[in-house]
């Protein structure tokens, strides 16, 4: 069983940058991507950046297309989040996820909630004005 674990949240103002980690450990061959998604204070979760394994293939938010990167460190054995220019509207709890896309799926589905099943206990990223 594939187990999450984030780290790198915090504090920062805007303009500011941080990054974020998820440590997997565990192996679950039908597992074919990761992804960061956030929830905000009273909104749903949602989407923010995938990597397909293979390929490397990325897909980001309209939100964070531009200022954030999603990599994989096999090396690791971890998926970053780097987060640059951040804004207020970033501020947000931000969960690591393993999921199985099917085959031929696009940026849509691969920010849709329902293809992951393997979720980390979430980081705090908070950015002041």
């Known amino acids: 069983q594939v187990q999450l674990v984030e780290s790198g949240g915090g504090s920062v103002q805007a303009g500011g940058s941080l990054r974020l980690s998820c440590a997997a450990s565990g192996y679950n061959y039908m597992t074919n991507c990761m992804a960061w998604f956030r929830q905000a204070p009273g909104k749903e979760r949602e989407g923010v950046a995938v990597v397909v394994f293979v390929g490397d293939t990325t897909y980001y938010a309209d939100s964070v297309n531009g200022r954030f990167t999603i990599a994989q460190d096999r090396a690791r054995n971890t998926v970053d989040l780097q987060m640059t220019s951040l804004k207020p509207e970033d501020t947000a709890m931000y969960y690591c996820?393993?999921?199985?896309?099917?085959?031929?799926?696009?940026?849509?589905?691969?920010?849709?909630?329902?293809?992951?099943?393997?979720w980390g206990q979430g980081t705090q990223v908070t950015v002041s004005p």
């Open positions: 996820a393993a999921g199985t896309l099917p085959h031929g799926s696009g940026r849509y589905e691969a920010l849709e909630l329902e293809y992951y099943n393997i």
